[in-house]
Every structure is written in structure tokens, then in C-alpha cells.
């Protein structure tokens, strides 16, 4: 079992930068890869960026790739999404999720466990 407890985001201009965190409870977590997903109102949940369990390796949306960083600290049992240069249309609810199988990590179906989310606002 994984809690995941998010921190961070809120409101900034376009261009700014902001930073969420998203925090494990469980003794698995470092089995796990990471996901963070966002939804924007009237639209689907989508993926946003992952990180596999051993923090080797990253992927990315298309939309974010460049401007948004995933890391992790398996010690800690902390995952974080740095977000700069951010626009308008990254506005949503941000989650992190875990997923113990990380085939299908752009699918928000294949995920086991899910943070609270948390609001990014970004003005124009």
C-alpha cells in the first residue's frame, strides 16, 4: 500500500515557475514508478510526466517537454515536478499516482494509487 500526500502549486504568471511535491508513506514506494497526470475543467485527465522506480529514467507530454522536470528521492520517498516557463493552458489539477508496472505509464487506468491533487494556476 502507498499513501501519496501532494504539496505545492497555486497561482503565477505566465513565464513563472512552480514547484509540486508529492510525498509516500508506505515501504514499497521506491518499487513504484511515478506519474503525474493534470485535468483542466471540461477535459479528460491527462499525462503530464513519469519517472521509473529507480529514478533512471523520464518521460514526458509533449507539451511539457523542456519546460517540466520530474525527480525523486527514494530516501526521502519524495517525488517532485519542477515546472518553469509555465503558460496559460498548464492550468488544471495536478496528481501524482503510483503504479507498480510502469508498461503502460500513459494511461491514468494503469496506476494503483493516487495523490489528492492540487491547483496550478497560471495567468496571462
Known amino acids: 500500500q502507498v499513501h501519496l500526500v501532494q504539496s505545492g502549486g497555486g497561482l503565477v504568471q505566465a513565464g513563472g515557475a512552480l514547484g509540486l511535491s508529492c510525498a509516500a508513506s508506505g515501504r514499497a514506494f521506491s518499487t513504484y514508478s511515478i506519474g503525474w497526470f493534470r485535468q483542466a475543467p471540461g477535459k479528460e485527465r491527462e499525462f503530464v510526466a513519469q519517472?521509473?522506480?529507480?529514478?533512471?529514467?523520464?518521460n514526458y507530454a509533449d507539451s511539457v517537454k523542456g519546460r517540466f522536470t520530474v525527480s525523486r528521492d527514494n530516501v526521502k520517498n519524495m517525488v517532485t515536478l519542477q515546472m518553469n516557463n509555465l503558460r496559460p493552458e498548464d492550468t488544471a489539477v495536478y496528481y501524482c499516482?503510483?503504479?507498480?508496472?510502469?508498461?503502460?505509464?500513459?494511461?491514468?487506468?494503469?496506476?494503483?494509487?493516487w495523490g489528492q491533487g492540487t491547483q496550478v494556476t497560471v495567468s496571462s
Open positions: 499516482a503510483a503504479d507498480s508496472d510502469s508498461d503502460h505509464y500513459r494511461r491514468a487506468e494503469s496506476y494503483d494509487y
Open positions: 519517472i521509473t522506480w529507480d529514478g533512471r529514467f523520464t
